[in-house]
Nanobody, 127 residues
Framework: QVQLVESGGGLVQAGGSLRLSCAASGRTFSTYAMGWFRQAPGKEREFVAT????????AYADSVKGRFTISRDNAKNSEYLQMNGLKPEDTAVYYC????????????????????WGQGTQVTVSS
C-alpha cells in the first residue's frame, strides 16, 4: 500500500506558474505508474497527465499539452507537475494517483485504473 500527499497548490494570476509535488510513502514507489487528475466545482474528475514507472513515457490532456510537464524522482519517492501559462480554467483540486503495474513504460489515462489517491491540493487561477 502507498500513501500519497500533494503539496504546492495555491492562488496564482493567469499566466503564472505553480509546481505541484506528490510525496509517496513506502519503498516501492518505482513499481507504480503515476498520474495527475483534477476536479473543478460541479464537474467530473478529469485526466491531466500520466507518467510510467520508468519515467520514459508520458502523456497529457490536450487542454494542458505544451503548458504542463509531469516528472518523477524515484529516489525521492516523488512525482511533480510543473504548470506554466496557467489559465482560469485550470482552477480545480488536483489529485495525484498511483497505479501498481509490472510494466515499466505503460501509462494510464483513466481514473478507474488507479489504485491509490491523494487528498488533493487546490489550485486557483485568477483572471
Amino acid at each position: 500500500q502507498v500513501q500519497l500527499v500533494e503539496s504546492g497548490g495555491g492562488l496564482v494570476q493567469a499566466g503564472g506558474s505553480l509546481r505541484l509535488s506528490c510525496a509517496a510513502s513506502g519503498r516501492t514507489f518505482s513499481t507504480y505508474a503515476m498520474g495527475w487528475f483534477r476536479q473543478a466545482p460541479g464537474k467530473e474528475r478529469e485526466f491531466v497527465a500520466t507518467i510510467s514507472r520508468s519515467g520514459g513515457s508520458t502523456a497529457y490532456a490536450d487542454s494542458v499539452k505544451g503548458r504542463f510537464t509531469i516528472s518523477r524522482d524515484n529516489a525521492k519517492n516523488s512525482e511533480y507537475l510543473q504548470m506554466n501559462g496557467l489559465k482560469p480554467e485550470d482552477t480545480a483540486v488536483y489529485y495525484c494517483a498511483a497505479k501498481s503495474t509490472s510494466y515499466r513504460d505503460t501509462i494510464y489515462y483513466t481514473s478507474n485504473k488507479y489504485d491509490y489517491w491523494g487528498q488533493g491540493t487546490q489550485v486557483t487561477v485568477s483572471s
